[in-house]
């Protein structure tokens, strides 16, 4: 992987920011799209490069059009071909039904699905065979959670969009697939309603007894980076303890 570059969105913090120092560990340049936060991309950028690693937090908004095309632009500055592509970041609005307007879904969309699509149309011209799409769906696309309708039904859009880049892009050496992580401490779970409680139910419904952590999901997407993988196309890696399988 030595050289070689990755886009990792939502890559400077939580799920993603370990993404970002896995790949950057492996001698990939990181390009790290993210909505706001300066700060976790600044420590993001300055634990890189005391560790001798190449991460660039890019800072904007993707589902708004200016910020957007600002990011595609720097990308394509700062890369000739990208190598890996790897959809992290991720929002919503956790309400119920009731509650839950269609313009918070579309707000929802926009950044789970319709900016992963969009991305991909303007990088797909400089992803070589070999390539590799990674995206990071939940276990909400495909079984219901409270307060979970908007995420989850972007996640199981997600997911089919996936399926189907992943059969288009294979016969040009493209590798596409999800990873599926169960709970994970981070910013995301803590923006949720009754944060304590889902992940005390987490844990006492996961074999190992325990969530699972960046680090863990981050090294799954890293093997589907790299040659070993190639033959893996269309699939969803579960990486959650064994939660899905339980009864
Ligand atoms: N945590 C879990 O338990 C869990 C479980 C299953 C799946 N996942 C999935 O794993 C992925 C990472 O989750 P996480 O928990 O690590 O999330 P997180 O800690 O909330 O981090 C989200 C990242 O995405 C960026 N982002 C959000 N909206 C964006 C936008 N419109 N444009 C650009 N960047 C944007 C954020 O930027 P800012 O820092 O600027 O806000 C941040 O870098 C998500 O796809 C999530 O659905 C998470």
Redesign the pocket.
């Known amino acids: 992987m030595m050289g070689k570059v990755a886009v990792v969105?939502?890559?400077?913090?939580?799920?993603?920011r370990a993404i970002s120092l896995a790949l950057a560990g492996e001698g990939m340049s990181v390009l790290a799209?993210?909505?706001?936060?300066r700060r976790?991309a600044d420590e993001l950028e300055e634990e890189a490069r005391a560790g001798g690693l190449d991460i660039v937090g890019l800072r904007?908004?993707?589902?708004r059009e200016a910020a957007f095309r600002r990011t595609v632009d720097t990308i394509r500055e700062r890369a000739e071909t990208v190598d890996v592509l790897v959809h992290?970041?991720?929002?919503g609005v956790h309400r119920p039904i009731e509650e839950l307007t269609p313009k918070h879904l579309r707000f929802t969309f926009e950044?789970?699905v319709f900016?992963i699509h969009a991305l991909l149309r303007e990088l797909l011209p400089r992803m070589p065979a070999g390539g590799r799409v990674v995206g990071?769906?939940?276990s909400g696309a495909t079984r219901a959670f409270p307060a979970y309708a908007a995420?989850g039904g972007s996640?199981g859009a997600l997911d089919a969009l996936f399926r189907h880049y992943a059969v288009e892009l294979a016969p040009r050496g493209i590798a596409v697939n999800l990873v599926?992580?169960?709970?994970?401490r981070?910013?995301?779970?803590d923006a949720m309603p009754d944060t304590e409680e889902r992940i005390a139910v987490a844990e006492d419904g996961t074999p190992t007894g325990r969530l699972t952590t960046?680090e863990e999901v981050a090294r799954v997407v890293l093997f589907l980076c790299g040659d070993d993988a190639s033959q893996i196309i269309g699939q969803t890696i579960v990486i959650d303890g064994g939660r899905a399988v339980t009864a």
Not at 9 to 16: C, L
Not at 88 to 91: G, K, L, Q, S, V
Not at 180 to 184: N, Q, R, S
Not at 186 to 189: H, I, M, N, S
């Open positions: 969105t939502g890559g400077t913090r939580g799920i993603g799209p993210y909505a706001r936060n976790a904007g908004d993707l589902s992290a970041a991720a929002t950044t789970n900016a990071l769906t939940s995420v996640k599926c992580p169960g709970a994970v981070t910013g995301a779970l960046c």
